[in-house]
């Protein structure tokens, strides 16, 4: 499978524990999204990279999540303090450089949250 | 502000029926818009989006700006549309980063 993957698909974790996740693009897209999905919710955006430059953050994304993409390739999103508002899907999105028609974004799978 | 609405949660057809997904934005700007549809089991993807007008697996939407909707058409439906349906918005102002919007999603349920 040649698309955006995530790791991990499903993650438990206690309250006040910090997670990591992890996405892979697809290989020579530069742009980068996370967004997080809560049940009966579409999708909200929580952070953009252009190759590594993390250019827009909403403001869903509080003090305990970062994230990061330090080569331009795969990303990594690390909520500190989890809390049980925390638990969703997490999914990361991959897009084509620029261009009118390069909007579409491919997205991963997903991981999902669940603190207990 | 920047916001999409899809009003109906769940809508259940029976297989051969006419389908209409309804999507409403709200965008100040020229919007663009897509459908983006996500089947059992699997990742979202991209449906169809409308500056291209093009008839994917039967369906269409036409963008209409004075009543600012964006609806889902299918004349006859079958049971592999079966799915969940997202309209999104991409703002394109002050620059297009290609984050999307998404309505809340409507449940397509086709039955035989």
């Known amino acids: 499978d040649t698309g955006v993957s995530q790791d991990p698909r499903h993650k438990i974790t206690k309250r006040g524990q910090n997670v990591t996740f992890r996405c892979d693009p697809i290989?020579?897209?530069?742009?980068l999204y996370w967004y997080r999905q809560t049940l009966g919710q579409g999708p909200e955006f929580l952070t953009y990279?252009?190759?590594?430059?993390?250019?827009?953050k909403s403001r869903l994304l509080s003090d305990r999540f970062s994230a990061e993409r330090p080569k331009g390739s795969f990303s990594t999103l690390e909520i500190q303090r989890t809390e049980q508002g925390d638990s969703a899907m997490y999914l990361c999105?991959?897009?084509?450089?620029?261009?009118?028609?390069?909007?579409?974004?491919?997205f991963g799978q997903g991981t999902r949250l669940t603190v207990v | 502000a920047q916001r999409v609405t899809q009003p109906e949660k769940l809508l259940s057809v029976f297989k051969g029926a006419p389908v209409e997904l309804k999507c409403n934005y709200s965008?100040?700007?020229?919007?663009?818009l897509f459908w983006y549809v996500q089947y059992s089991r699997q990742r979202l993807q991209l449906l169809l989006r409308?500056?291209s007008r093009e008839s994917i697996k039967g369906f269409t939407a036409d963008l209409n700006k004075g009543e600012t909707s964006f609806h889902l058409k299918k004349p006859f439906a079958q049971e592999e549309d079966s799915a969940m349906y997202y309209c999104?918005?991409?703002?394109?102002?002050?620059?297009?980063?290609?984050?999307?919007?998404f309505g809340q999603g409507t449940t397509l349920q086709v039955k035989p």
């Open positions: 999104a918005l991409l703002p394109t102002w002050p620059s297009n980063t290609g984050k999307l919007i």
């Open positions: 290989s020579e897209h530069n742009r």
């Open positions: 990279f252009q190759n590594e430059a993390q250019l827009e």
């Open positions: 965008y100040s700007g020229s919007p663009e």
């Open positions: 409308h500056i």
């Open positions: 999105a991959s897009s084509p450089r620029g261009g009118f028609w390069d909007t579409e974004a491919f």
